[in-house]
């Protein structure tokens, strides 16, 4: 799971770069991205906080 949302979170930040790019920093897909990357990352780090859940879910 973890490895899973970091990959996710690589993926999204490079296309929130190439967008951001492209159509600007205030387009509604800019922040569209902006806002998955922010749930992406806010998921991963409640993982983080919690290391005995880790175990649980991977096994």
């Given at each position: 799971m973890k490895?899973?949302?970091e990959v996710q979170i690589e993926t999204t930040r490079k296309e929130l770069i190439t967008i951001a790019g492209e159509k600007g920093l205030s387009s509604m897909e800019t922040l569209l991205i902006s806002e998955m990357?922010?749930?992406?990352i806010n998921?991963?780090?409640s993982l983080e906080e919690?290391?005995?859940l880790m175990e649980w879910i991977e096994k």
């Open positions: 490895h899973i949302l990357l922010d749930r992406l998921e991963y780090n919690m290391p005995g």
